[in-house]
């Protein structure tokens, strides 16, 4: 089973990975990430190690650390859709 | 009633393409989601029943239901620039909750909770003019343990039968697949072939193949969200797939389909 695309989210990811829900789905807290993103994470009681890989931004050491893949990706999308919204067609 | 049956990709990119994406391609699959439009609205439609799987939007960690129905009076939803908001059928839905309880399946159900973007994607493409209200129904399929594919099909069967048995005209659409790997290395690298194999068995009528697949292989073959397909599966039956389109790109199997009941 370990070798699975898409594991169990081990509890002591649920801090990264709540971080990395909010970057996806929650408009307000990816505002504050794009002003201040240590400040950002350390208000949702992100720190250490977990903290510095999200800030690093590292898709293999977030996995590493037990974020959900699919979280990684799309909490990235959505921060370059902000970052580079003129690069999207829209229907 | 159960008047008709669609599966449909809802892949973000086709509501909103980066320059990756092979802008014929997304039109392509743009001409077969209106087809569907089209046929919701000669099968005069009183309500859409959609099975898709949460993309960790309405559950986080916090509760990750197995499978769940949306029972609120309506349902909105947000990506970038869109903002969605439907109408919920509530009769229908709490039917759908109430009568699956008594066959034997736990439902969660919820009267609040945001509509994650593989309930809106299709629907943007294929919602008939004269809009029509919905019945969100949740598959959990990101976040493991999901329920097999037996599961979801035995699940969909008890769901046709309640369907069948309302007294007004309902399509059941299963949002999702086919393989992509979002999130991981295999990204790029798809099992259409395994997308082509299951359609063909689709095409000849063999839908209950699909319950007898294992999560492992699912996984593997990046198709985790096929169980939406296969509750839908286990609604319909053996009827034979009309596939409107399958488009691989780069990174997704792209598939449009329709059974009749």
């Known amino acids: 089973m370990s070798d699975l695309h898409y594991r169990f989210p081990p509890a002591s990811a649920y801090r990264l990975n709540r971080c990395l829900f909010a970057l996806k789905s929650d408009d307000d807290f990816r505002a504050r990430f794009q002003k201040d ?37 799309m909490a990235d999308l959505r921060l370059k859709m902000e970052r580079e919204p003129v690069s999207f067609e829209f229907f | 009633m159960l008047v008709g049956a669609f599966a449909c990709a809802h892949t973000p990119q086709l509501l909103a393409r980066p320059g990756t994406e092979d802008r014929d391609l997304v039109l392509r699959v743009h001409a077969a989601f209106a087809r569907v439009k089209r046929r919701l609205a000669a099968l005069r439609v009183d309500a859409i029943a959609i099975v898709a799987g949460d993309h960790v939007e309405a559950f986080f960690l916090d509760g990750v239901p197995a499978l769940a129905v949306y029972v609120g009076t309506e349902c909105a939803g947000a990506f970038g620039r ?66 097999t594919p037996r599961r979801c099909y035995d699940w969909g069967r008890a769901l046709g039968e309640i369907i069948r048995a309302w007294p007004e005209r309902v399509v059941l659409m299963a949002s999702g ?85």
């Open chain 1, 37 to 73: 993103a240590p400040a950002a994470i350390a208000a949702m009681g992100l720190d250490g190690e977990d903290a510095a890989a999200l800030l690093g931004g590292d898709r293999d050491t977030l996995l590493a650390r037990g974020a959900h893949p699919y979280l990684v990706f």
């Open chain 2, 82 to 147: 869109y903002r969605y908001r439907f109408p919920i059928h509530e009769p229908l839905a709490r039917a759908i909750v109430e009568q699956g309880v008594e066959r034997g399946f736990d439902l969660f159900y919820t009267q609040a909770a945001p509509l994650d973007y593989a309930f809106y994607v299709p629907l943007h493409f294929t919602m008939p003019e004269a809009a029509v209200p919905i019945v969100p129904l949740h598959v959990n399929v990101y976040l493991p343990p999901q329920p």
């Open chain 2, 177 to 261: 697949g086919m393989s992509h790997f979002p999130g991981t290395d295999r990204y790029a690298s798809p099992e259409f072939d395994y997308d082509r194999r299951l359609l063909d068995a689709l095409k000849a009528g063999r839908g209950h193949e699909l319950a007898a697949v294992t999560g492992e292989e699912l996984d593997k073959m990046g198709n985790i969200e096929l169980r939406t397909w296969a509750t839908l599966l286990g609604a319909v039956g053996n009827a034979r797939a009309d596939v409107y389109c399958y488009e691989p790109s780069w990174h997704h199997g792209n598939a449009v389909v329709e059974w009749v009941p």
